[in-house]
T-cell receptor, first 114, second 113 residues
Framework: DAGVIQSPRHEVTEMGQEVTLRCKPI?????LFWYRQTMMRGLELLIYFNNNVPIDDSGMPEDRFSAKMPNASFSTLKIQPSEPRDSAVYFCASALDRGPNGYTFGSGTRLTVV | DQQVKQNSPSLSVQEGRISILNCDYT??????FLWYKKYPAEGPTFLISISSIKDKNEDGRFTVFLNKSAKHLSLHIVPSQPGDSAVYFCAASYPNTGNQFYFGTGTSLTVIP
């Protein structure tokens, strides 16, 4: 398996533009997570899907953020409109039940909003 | 509110010496703990875990200790190697939350050759 695949690796956009981050989880995993890494808060959970259904989106900072998981092999995180304070590294992770090794993370998308 | 805390943002250790990374948690319901290691420009990768029924788990140079009464866990790396230089995150979960883990803010370890 190629692991969790995120795209793009880097994204630079202007303030006010829409940004879409993409994630392909590991085949067979039933949970998918979107995290944001910041210096102040470390790895901050944004939203969590189980069997394609959003379970906990309390970490989504504002209505500008939305996430979808239309099927078991794809998820998107969208920011519209983007703001400079959204600049961070966004990670997607997947897992199978309460596996002993926790999550498998993707390599992340570094978002810069100028 | 941060339920898992890593109060040391950074740590420097000489090669060959012991590295001790600490993690505190507030939720007594946590029953499973993980450490992740993260290199720059990569996602975190699983390093070692411990269940609350144990107080120690060892894997090669890495040992995790759990003190439930103090709500504290630590990761010991002996001997430390330059390749261990990375950011280390601890994470915790409790039953009936599906797969959700709560992460600390990370400790950046630098092993000096």
């Amino acid at each position: 398996d190629a692991g969790v695949i995120q795209s793009p690796r880097h994204e630079v956009t202007e303030m006010g533009q829409e940004v879409t981050l993409r994630c392909k989880p590991i085949s067979g995993h039933n949970s998918l997570f979107w995290y944001r890494q910041t210096m102040m808060r470390g790895l901050e959970l944004l939203i969590y899907f189980n069997n394609n259904v959003p379970i906990d989106d309390s970490g989504m900072p504002e209505d500008r953020f939305s996430a979808k998981m239309p099927n078991a092999s794809f998820s998107t995180l969208k920011i519209q409109p983007s703001e400079p304070r959204d600049s961070a590294v966004y990670f997607c992770a997947s897992a199978l039940d309460r596996g002993p090794n926790g999550y498998t993370f993707g390599s992340g998308t570094r978002l810069t909003v100028v | 509110d941060q339920q898992v805390k890593q109060n040391s943002p950074s740590l420097s250790v000489q090669e060959g010496r012991i590295s001790i990374l600490n993690c505190d948690y507030t939720n007594s319901m946590f029953d499973y703990f993980l450490w992740y290691k993260k290199y720059p420009a990569e996602g975190p990768t699983f390093l070692i875990s411990i269940s609350s029924i144990k107080d120690k788990n060892e894997d090669g140079r890495f040992t995790v200790f759990l003190n439930k009464s103090a709500k504290h866990l630590s990761l010991h790396i002996v001997p430390s190697q330059p390749g261990d230089s990375a950011v280390y995150f601890c994470a915790a979960s409790y039953p009936n939350t599906g797969n959700q883990f709560y992460f600390g803010t990370g400790t950046s370890l630098t092993v000096i050759p």
